[in-house]
């Protein structure tokens, strides 16, 4: 394989061309950001931590029958990805009440949710991402009826295998962010990435935050706690 031109820099990833067809390469950069970009530092060792956090993710997602965008891993910042048609849409699932939920309902945080919520965001910088129903996502021609509703089960049984997974390694999933693409032949799967960017864990017997609200709210470190959850899931990967 080789890398060749670079297609895109987002905040967090670089996309290269690669010399096969339908495959991309993804490096993975220590920027972290927040409040849409406005906040932004680099932070040594974060790209190498999600890409290979991101890897086991999808490897056990993939054992699992949840097929995602991701090949392989080709250097401890990089790796192999398809090439899919991303969807313009931030799809959240929260278990536990967080974040922004708990800014738009007047709810405290930590509550657990009677079911899992599942919420469409308009991936739009210039927007800011704003929050939109299955009919702004339809009337926006993001997605159709059809699409909708894959999107929707996918997240949910994406959360199902998540929950469980991380309840292993004595993480509680509060909530997390996805991305669908689609691939030439119309199908969608799941792509971008799963870390501890993209999601809120809570440590099950501390209740300590192994996730980017240390970043976001100004609470510590988040290389130690993203190295604790590549080490748990590599734990979990050598005994299952
Ligand atoms: O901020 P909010 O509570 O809406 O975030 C819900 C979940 O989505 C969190 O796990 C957060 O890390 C993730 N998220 C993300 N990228 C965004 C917005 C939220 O990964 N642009």
Redesign the pocket.
Known sequence: MEKKELLYTGKAKKMYATNQEKVLLAEYLNQVTSL?GAKKENVEGKGELNNQITGLIFTYLAEKGVASHYIQEVSKTEQLIREVEMIPL?V?V?NTS????TKRFGIEEGIDLPFPILEF?YKNDKLD?PFINDSHVKMLNVANDEEIIEIKKQALEINAVLVEMFKKIAIRL????IEFGKTADGKIILADEISP????LWDINTKEHL??DLYRRDLGDIIPVYTEVLERLNNLRINE
């Not at 509060?174 to 962010?177: E, T």
């Not at 960017?197 to 809120?200: A, K, M, P, S």
């Open positions: 849409n931030e959240v929260r967080a974040g922004s939920f965001y991402d509060i909530d997390f962010k960017d993209t999601c809120r996730d980017k």
